[in-house]
């Protein structure tokens, strides 16, 4: 039987009397939203909190909504809430691609955006989601809050830029014309963790892409958006020819190791054929094409 | 800590330790052994329940979340002696074999038919595929829940479970 060791348990109220529990119990503490990453390590020894602050009862931190040129998403939005919301689906598809393919819709019922970035698992993949579409993380504390890029939201494998008087309250991602974005993902079977995944965002104007990036998850011990495929992608005309010289680039800036879901030779071949699929999905997408 | 909740309809308050599962609390406190307790690692959905009436794996939520909660088991279904037309379909259609994974599979088609009356296999396939049969008896577990669906009455008085 597999039971977590003894805790404290106290549900807060609101965010300033969450941020106020965790600032004073320090790193004994741990939120706990959805519960579907944390319960599992605690039940295994790998996550060890004396104290639980039950973040489930924070109204204010379940939303989608747009704000002028951003998406707002509340960091309670639950993994349903992000594959129903209307809004994701017009402006970010990727998150839907992506959504499908997480675990079951029983433990989407529960998992949160927030719970998924904060865990800072290497092969998960709403941090790859967010990275493509260069989102920011809105960090609050009692003195207010501070906007991190998601490129320096993971510091390392399960550890993020969020302190111990701090909580992740907000996810931003810009909006910006002509965008399109896919997400792609092999597993060993439905709704496992990624062997890989790969998703792409592009903005293009006038044939051109303006910006776009890749996010990779499951290739080595952090979330990397790979800054070298950003590169060539500003400034490049789509086609066939980039996508894959895009996914080239992906696979040799990565560094996925061999373990029970593949070789680290399988899982670098998956990283260039996965990218070069969601840029050319995203491409489309971005040109109004239903893919 | 003391936890209040709302089991099949009844007010529960119970102590209980801050780091007990839901599952153990609904099997060795409360005695409702019909919730079942499979893989612990949330893969097999044997030990699904409805909280608030959605599914959710109590291998992997404490009983002190469920707190305030309304908690429907597989006990709840039935109701004054009348089986749920899920129960029905199951016996219709010889939707289980060992049973093992059956309270979770008609809860999660509890929640289905009452948020979609009518769904398609396609639906009903991914509403369960959270949930693992070992007897592999999957055809019939879905055409148990299309029989439920085609026979569905009082869909008012059940979706408050």
């Known amino acids: 039987m597999q039971v977590p060791a003894p805790i404290e348990y106290e549900r807060a109220t609101s965010v300033a009397h969450a941020i106020a529990l965790r600032s004073q119990k320090g790193d004994e503490a741990r939120f706990i939203a959805g519960g579907h990453s944390l319960l599992p390590m605690m039940k295994l020894r790998l996550a060890n909190p004396k104290y639980l602050i039950d973040i489930n009862d924070l109204e204010e931190l379940f939303y989608i909504r747009e704000n002028g040129s951003e998406v707002c998403i509340g960091a309670m939005s639950r993994h349903r809430d992000l594959l129903d919301s209307d809004l994701l689906a017009k402006h970010f598809p990727i998150f839907l691609d992506a959504e499908r393919v997480i675990a079951d819709p029983t433990v989407r019922n529960r998992g949160t955006l927030g719970g998924s970035l904060c865990q800072a698992d290497p092969a998960e993949d709403l941090s790859a989601v967010c990275t493509a579409l260069d989102a920011s993380c809105v960090i609050t504390s009692s003195e207010g809050q501070r906007v991190v890029p998601m490129h320096d939201f993971h510091v390392g494998p399960y550890e993020t830029a969020v302190q111990d008087n701090e909580m992740l309250t907000e996810v931003r991602i810009p909006l910006r014309p002509g965008g399109g974005s896919a997400y792609q993902k092999v597993e060993r079977r439905a709704g496992d963790w990624a062997v890989v995944s790969a998703g792409a965002a592009v903005w293009i104007d006038s044939g051109i892409i303006v910006d776009g990036r890749v996010g990779l998850a499951a290739v080595g011990s952090n979330t990397p958006s790979i800054e070298p495929a950003a590169e060539a992608l500003k400034g490049a005309t789509p086609s066939e020819d980039l996508f894959q010289r895009v996914g080239e680039i992906a696979a040799n800036n990565c560094s996925p190791e061999t373990d029970g879901r593949g070789t680290a030779a399988y899982k670098t071949h998956l990283v260039q054929e996965l990218t070069r699929r969601a840029l050319r999905t995203a491409v489309a997408r971005s040109q109004g094409q239903e893919v | ?161």
């Open chain 2, 1 to 161: 800590m003391q936890v209040n909740m709302t089991v099949n309809g009844a007010e529960v308050n119970e102590e209980i330790e801050p780091r007990h599962l839901l599952v153990h609390f609904i099997r060795d406190q409360l005695g409702l052994t019909g919730t079942h307790w499979g893989c612990d690692t949330s893969n097999c959905g044997t030990c699904v329940v409805l909280i608030d009436g959605e599914p959710v794996k109590s291998c992997t939520q404490l009983a002190a979340m469920a707190g305030g909660h309304e908690v429907t088991t597989v006990e709840g279904l039935e109701v004054d002696g009348v089986l749920d037309p899920i129960q029905e379909g199951f016996m219709q259609c010889h939707g289980l074999q060992c049973g093992f994974c059956t309270p979770g599979m008609m809860l999660t088609a509890r929640a289905l038919l009452n948020s979609n009356p009518n769904p398609t296999e396609e639906v009903i396939r991914e509403a369960i595929s959270g949930q693992i049969c070992r007897c592999t008896g999957y055809s019939t577990i879905v055409r148990s829940i299309q029989w439920a669906a085609d026979h569905e009455t009082n869909v008012s008085l059940r979706s408050a479970s």
